[in-house]
T-cell receptor, first 113, second 116 residues
Framework: GQNIDQPTEMTATEGAIVQINCTYQ??????LFWYQQHAGEAPTFLSY????GLEEKGRFSSFLSRSKGYSYLLLKELQMKDSASYLC??????????????FGSGTQLTVLP | GAGVSQSPSNKVTEKGKDVELRCDPI?????LYWYRQSLGQGLEFLIY????????KSGLPSDRFSAERTGGSVSTLTIQRTQQEDSAVYLC??????????????FGDGTRLSIL
């Protein structure tokens, strides 16, 4: 079966750095996505990792270790608007060549002034 | 269109009724996905379309759920004889090509379905 774990909630202060971890146990791993979802809105794409290492995109970075089944999303210089749910999703190979995403339950990040 | 469009945005219906949810993907996106997000839970994959065909229906929770896609564009998700446990946000996503793992899926705002 597939299992993706991430913390349910995190709190951080404006201007700080926060790291959101995600661990997974899956078969047929073909990459990992991070999405941001504000309440009542659509998830929006943040990053994609398929090789080990760090991918940096402005204030956001994402890291992957395939051997450890581990990823993290790093948010720097936090802003109030970063308060949202952050979804870790693993993309799997399936019999129909579909690239369905298997999501974790999401981490609700609250940024305090 | 500019983004994935879903309608209706909200649907309230009585238990036992049928509902139809619509998704209009981003123009040119051949892959289309339906997910369900229940309160406090992660997104749950329902079905995937590549063009008009659905090679992966593994996520449909029961035979009350069906989906179709016509003209390689608009898709409808139909739930027959709705039950209270069907209450959730139904999200549609599309991507350029289903066969490329690195193509991000772009989501619509979802349809919030409430079964009374």
């Amino acid at each position: 079966g597939q299992n993706i774990d991430q913390p349910t909630e995190m709190t951080a202060t404006e201007g700080a750095i926060v790291q959101i971890n995600c661990t997974y146990q899956t078969s047929g791993f073909n990459g990992l996505f991070w999405y941001q979802q504000h309440a009542g809105e659509a998830p929006t794409f943040l990053s994609y990792n398929v090789l080990d290492g760090l991918e940096e995109k402005g204030r956001f970075s994402s890291f992957l270790s395939r051997s450890k089944g581990y990823s993290y999303l790093l948010l720097k210089e936090l802003q109030m608007k970063d308060s949202a749910s952050y979804l870790c999703a693993v993309i799997l190979l399936s019999s129909g060549s579909a690239r369905q995403l298997t999501f974790g339950s999401g981490t609700q990040l609250t940024v305090l002034p | 269109g500019a983004g994935v469009s879903q309608s209706p945005s909200n649907k309230v219906t009585e238990k036992g009724k049928d509902v139809e949810l619509r998704c209009d993907p981003i123009s040119g996106h051949t892959a289309l996905y339906w997910y369900r997000q229940s309160l406090g839970q992660g997104l749950e994959f329902l079905i995937y379309f590549q063009g008009n065909s659905a090679p992966d229906k593994s996520g449909l929770p029961s035979d009350r759920f069906s989906a179709e896609r016509t003209g390689g564009s608009v898709s409808t998700l139909t739930i027959q004889r709705t039950q209270q446990e069907d209450s959730a946000v139904y999200l549609c996503a599309s991507s350029l090509a289903g066969g490329r793992a690195d193509q991000p899926q772009h989501f619509g705002d979802g349809t919030r379905l409430s079964i009374l």
